[in-house]
């Protein structure tokens, strides 16, 4: 699977839109961006998925450069609620391949 | 619908002493992982299975851990005996099978400390 680069922390303000950025120069023809997030002492929850056009759902937007070597998440309206680790995760969208998972990028939404 | 329901939450137990911790996936998901996830880290995989196969452990430690999922259904994990460095939240996922199936859906997660 082709590794993925995220900062390891971001604040953002309450109300603000907050703009994840996740690096996967080695991504593979058949490897769709993946996004999860963990609140604390809970189980990794999935957002949003991706292979080449931006995607958006009630959760948020996933938007991925024309070469797909790097992608953003965006909370659009960000509450504390969001506050939680974020991954970035590539891979092909079948079963046979698990989730690895790197440190993920860890958002603070502040009042 | 019940999401996955994984048991114990927490768990302390002495060095050497086993443990076991049970997963009941979603209904209909023949795909069940387990992850560890140390402090400060993100989740690695230990087991994958599809049905009752085991498809991938390559990462379990085998000296120590097992698996097992009878009926394809429910699983447990087991470590006997355990050491300080176990100490971790082992977490319990599953999804359906094929194609097209990204979203992996997890439990709550078990907190394991090693004294």
């Known amino acids: 699977d082709a590794k993925t680069t995220q900062p390891p922390s971001m604040d953002c303000a309450e109300g603000r839109a907050a703009n994840l950025p996740c690096n996967h120069s080695t991504i593979s023809g058949n490897e769709y961006v993946y996004w999860y997030r963990q609140i604390h002492s809970q189980g990794p929850q999935y957002i949003i998925h991706g292979l080449k056009n931006n995607e958006t759902n009630e959760m948020a937007s996933l938007i991925i450069t024309e070469d797909r070597k790097s992608s953003t998440l965006i909370l659009p309206h960000a509450t504390l609620r969001d506050t939680a680790v974020y991954y970035c995760i590539v891979r092909p969208a079948n079963s046979g391949y698990a989730l690895n998972f790197g440190k993920g990028t860890s958002l603070l939404v502040t009042p | 619908e019940a999401g996955v329901v994984q048991s114990p939450r927490y768990k302390i137990i002495e060095k050497k002493q086993p443990v076991a911790f049970w997963c009941n996936p979603i209904?209909?998901?023949?795909?069940l992982y387990w992850y560890r996830q140390n402090l400060g880290q993100g989740p690695e995989l230990l087991i994958r299975y599809e049905n009752e196969e085991a498809v991938d452990d390559s990462q379990l430690p085998k000296d120590r851990f097992s698996a097992e999922r009878l009926k394809g259904v429910d699983s447990t994990l087991k470590i006997q005996p355990a050491e300080l460095g176990d100490s971790a939240v082992y977490l319990c996922?599953?999804?359906?099978?094929?194609?097209?199936?990204?979203?992996?859906?997890f439990g709550e997660g078990s907190r394991l400390t090693v004294l």
């Open positions: 996922a599953s999804s359906m099978s094929g194609p097209g199936t990204g979203e992996l859906f």
């Open positions: 209904s209909g998901h023949n795909t």
